[in-house]
C-alpha cells in the first residue's frame, strides 16, 4: 500500500520537483518507508511508499527498460506471480520482484486490456512517453482511492484530495451536491465528491489524458446472472475460491494479520490465514466497554481456537471523541456514524504492533445477502402484499430486537418506517427506509445550503444512472447491487475502511472481494445466500468444519459504535463547544443555527436517544470539523527533501 500523486501538463513547460514533492508530503501517512519522484517535460509522477512486497527492490516511481513508460501505483496484484511467469515466457525481462514491475511489463504487453488479468486492489497511473499518455486506472470494487481535478487541460490526481491541494493549483471548496449525497447514502457517490471540481475514479473504470482530453472508459460492470437452482458443486467451488482468495492475498514480504470481529466473515478469513501461515497468526480486535456494542467474548473463542497471538482495542466513548477530529481529517468527508473512529484506533494499535497487513471480512454481507437489509427487503415485500395485516409487521421484532431492547422501533414505528417507506415499483425500494433516515439530517440545513440546492436530486440521480440490465434482476439483486455500488465503496471500503488502515500505515486486504468469488456468488440463486432470514445461507453450510459452532451460527451482530454519548460526557473534548456554537455554525452557514441549537439542548439532556437523531449530530459535528480543517485554513505541506528519496527518475 502507498501514496501516488502527479501531473500531467498540456503544454511541455515541465513539472516543478517542489510541487511533487508537497503533494507526497501530504500521504506520508499512506507510505512512510520511503518516496520517489520521475518528471519530465509533461509529467510529474510521486509516489509514497509502504514496503510489503520485494522490500528491498520495489521503490517506485518505476519504468520499463527504456524508460519510456513510467508508473506509480498503490495496491497489490496478488496474481502478480503468474503474471510474471506468462511476461517472461513472452519475452520481457524483469530487474525486481515486485508486482508494480508486473504492471509495467504487462501494460507494455497488452495495453489497457491489461485490467482483464489483474486480481487484485489498487490504483495507478503509467506514464507512457511514447504518445505521451497518461493511463488512470482504479480495482473492481472500488478499494483503492484515486481523486483526480483538470485545471485548463492540465490533470492533477492522486491517492487522497488533500494531496491535490498541497500542490498550490487545485482550490479546496465544498460540494454541495456531494454533501447532500453523504446525507443521503452515507458517501457521495463516484464521480463526485465533497470538494468541488475534485473528482474520484469510478470502481472498474479507467481514464487516459492526452493532449489536456481525459476521456473515462468501464472495463468492469457488476452483473447478477441467478440461475434457477443451486449448482451440486457449489460447496467444493465456494471451498476452492475461499481457499485460492485467502492464499493470493496472504503473498507479502512481512507478516500479515487478521481483523477478527468475532463475526462469521472475519472468523472465516482468520481461520484460513492460520492454516496458511507459517507463524502463529497476529490477530486484533475491537471490544468496547458499552456492553450493547461488544463482542469481545465471541473473538476470545476465535483467537483461542486459532491459537492466534491476539491483541485487543478496548473502545470508551472518551476515545473516540478524542480522535474525531484526526479521522475526519483522514475520511476527506463528513460521516453520519462514529464507527470509523475505532477502526481507527484498531489500526493504530496494529501499527504498534508491528503489523503492516492484515485481512478482513469487508464484503462478505454484499457477496452473500448478510445484512439485514435484505431480510428487511423480502419482509417489506411481504408485509406490501397484505397491507392491512398487523400480524406480519410483526416479523421485523426478529429483525431488530436489540432495537425494541433499546426503547425504539415495533408497532406503529415499523409500519411508518418500513410499510411506508415506498412503492416495491421503485427501483430503489430495499433502500428507501435508510435513504429516508439518513435524508432527516438535511432537516437542519441553513436556507442558504437548501437555496444552493434546488433542482438537486440525490435519489433521482441513482436511478438514472442504474445500469439497464438492473430491472430485470430479482429484488435482492438489486438490494445487492445496491449495497455495493454506494455503501460500501463510497463508505465502508473508504471512510470506515482503507481510510482508517492508512492513517496509521496498514494495509487492508478484502478475500471475500475477489472478483472470482463476486462472479461465483451472483450467480448463485438469492435463497442460496438468503434462506428465509438465514443469511449467508450457503457461506455458512461451507464454513461449518472449519468454526466454532457458536460463532458460525450466530446471528449477525451489526457493527456499531456510541455517537452522540461519545461527545456529551463530564469531560468532553473542547472542540466540540466550539464546532458546535452559534457563532461557528452561523460562521460556515451549511445548517441553521436554531436547529442545531435544539439538537445539542437534546443531546445534552440525554434525550438524543434514536438513530435520527444520533446520525444527526455526527453528521453536523463531522461537517463542522471538516469544512474548518479544509476550508477554514490551508494546510501547509512543506515539500520532501529531494535528497532522502529514494528514487530520483527524469523522462529518458
Known amino acids: 500500500m502507498c501514496g501516488i500523486a502527479g501531473v500531467a501538463r498540456r503544454d511541455p513547460q515541465g513539472v516543478d520537483t517542489n510541487i511533487l514533492l508537497r503533494m507526497i508530503a501530504a500521504l506520508r501517512h499512506r507510505g512512510p518507508d520511503g518516496y520517489g519522484v520521475f518528471t519530465g517535460p509533461q509529467v510529474g509522477l510521486g509516489h509514497a511508499r509502504l514496503s510489503i512486497i520485494d522490500v528491498a527492490g520495489g521503490a517506485q516511481p ?44 504487462g501494460y507494455e504487453q497488452w495495453g489497457h486490456a491489461v485490467l482483464d488479468r489483474l486480481n ?75 470538494f468541488r471540481g475534485v473528482s474520484q475514479l469510478e470502481p472498474g473504470t479507467f481514464a487516459v489524458w492526452q493532449d489536456g482530453a481525459l476521456r473515462i472508459s468501464r472495463y468492469y460492470q457488476l452483473q447478477y446472472p441467478e440461475a434457477v437452482a443451486e449448482p451440486a458443486d457449489t460447496l467444493e467451488r465456494l471451498d476452492s475460491l475461499m481457499r485460492s482468495g485467502v492464499e493470493l492475498q496472504m503473498r507479502s ?44 467474548a465471541f473473538q476470545r473463542l476465535v483467537a483461542a481456537e486459532l491459537k492466534s497471538v491476539h491483541s485487543v482495542q478496548t473502545i470508551s466513548q472518551t476515545e473516540i471523541g478524542e480522535v474525531f477530529p484526526d479521522v475526519i481529517w483522514h475520511t476527506e468527508t463528513p460521516v453520519v456514524r462514529t464507527a470509523p473512529a475505532p477502526m481507527y484506533l484498531l489500526s493504530r494499535l496494529t501499527a504498534r504492533q508491528g503489523v503492516k497487513v492484515v485481512l478482513t ?15 428487511e427487503t423480502v419482509v417489506r415485500q411481504f408485509c406490501l402484499r397484505q397491507p392491512a395485516s398487523t400480524l406480519r409487521p410483526q416479523l421485523f421484532d426478529r429483525l431488530y430486537p436489540y432495537l425494541l431492547q433499546e426503547g425504539q422501533g415495533g408497532g406503529e414505528m415499523w409500519r411508518r418506517f418500513f410499510i411506508e417507506a415506498g412503492p416495491v415499483s421503485d427501483p430503489l425500494f430495499s433502500h428507501l427506509p435508510r435513504f429516508g433516515l ?19 436530486d440525490a435519489m433521482g440521480e441513482l436511478r438514472d444512472a442504474l445500469p439497464s440490465e438492473f430491472s430485470k434482476w430479482s429484488a435482492l439483486n438489486r438490494a445487492a447491487y445496491l449495497e455495493m455500488t454506494t455503501l460500501l465503496s463510497g463508505y465502508l471500503l473508504s471512510s470506515q475502511g482503507e481510510r482508517m488502515g492508512m492513517a496509521h500505515s496498514v494495509e487492508g486486504r478484502f478475500p471475500f472481494l475477489d472478483h472470482r468469488l463476486f462472479e461465483f456468488a451472483a450467480a448463485l440463486p438469492t435463497r442460496s445466500k438468503l434462506r428465509g432470514l438465514r443469511e449467508k445461507d450457503v457461506l455458512r453450510r461451507w464454513a461449518a468444519p472449519i468454526l466454532p459452532e457458536s460463532v458460525g451460527s450466530r446471528p449477525k451482530q451489526p457493527y456499531r459504535a456510541p455517537d452522540v454519548p461519545a461527545f456529551f460526557h463530564p469531560g468532553q473534548a473542547e472542540y466540540v463547544d466550539e464546532m458546535l456554537s452559534e457563532a461557528e455554525v452561523t460562521r460556515i452557514g451549511l445548517f441553521d443555527v436554531r436547529a442545531v441549537s435544539g439538537l445539542i439542548r437534546r443531546c445534552r439532556a440525554g434525550k438524543a436517544t434514536g438513530f ?13 470539523l471538516w469544512h474548518s480543517r479544509f476550508f477554514g485554513r490551508r494546510e501547509a505541506h512543506a515539500a520532501l527533501p529531494l535528497g532522502g528519496a529514494d528514487v530520483v527518475l527524469c523522462e529518458a
Open 361 to 375: 471480512g469487508e464484503g462478505a454481507d454484499e457477496v452473500f445477502l448478510g445484512y439485514d437489509l435484505f431480510k
Open 120 to 194: 487484485g486492489q489498487f490504483a495507478f497511473a503509467i506514464y507512457d512517453g511514447r504518445d505521451r499518455s497518461v493511463f488512470l486506472a482504479r480495482d473492481r470494487f472500488g478499494i483503492r482511492p484515486l481523486f483526480h481535478a483538470m485545471r485548463g487541460g492540465d490533470l492533477w490526481f492522486a491517492s487522497e484530495a488533500k494531496a491535490l491541494f498541497a500542490g498550490g493549483e487545485v482550490d479546496a471548496a465544498p460540494d454541495l451536491p456531494g454533501l447532500d449525497e453523504v446525507f443521503t447514502f452515507w458517501a457521495a457517490r463516484a464521480p463526485r465528491t465533497v
Open 253 to 296: 514480504d512481512v507478516p500479515v494479520g487478521g481483523y477478527l470481529s468475532g463475526g462469521l466473515d472475519s472468523s472465516i478469513t482468520c481461520a484460513l490465514a492460520a492454516g496458511l501461515s507459517p507463524f502463529a497468526l497476529r490477530s486484533f480486535s475491537v471490544s468496547f466497554d458499552d456492553p450493547r456494542f461488544d463482542e469481545s
Open 62 to 105: 518505476l519504468t520499463n527498460e527504456d524508460g519510456r513508460i513510467a508508473i506509480t501505483f498503490n495496491g497489490e496484484i496478488f496474481n502478480y506471480i503468474e503474471l510474471r511467469q506468462e511476461l517472461v515466457a513472452a519475452g520481457h525481462t524483469f530487474r525486481t520482484r515486485s508486482d508494480t514491475e508486473v504492471l509495467v511489463h
Open 438 to 456: 439518513t435524508s432527516r439530517i438535511k432537516d437542519a440545513y441553513s436556507e442558504s445550503t437548501r437555496a444552493s440546492l434546488t433542482g438537486f
Open 612 to 624: 435520527r437523531e444520533n446520525q444527526a449530530l455526527v453528521a453536523i459535528l463531522s461537517t463542522q
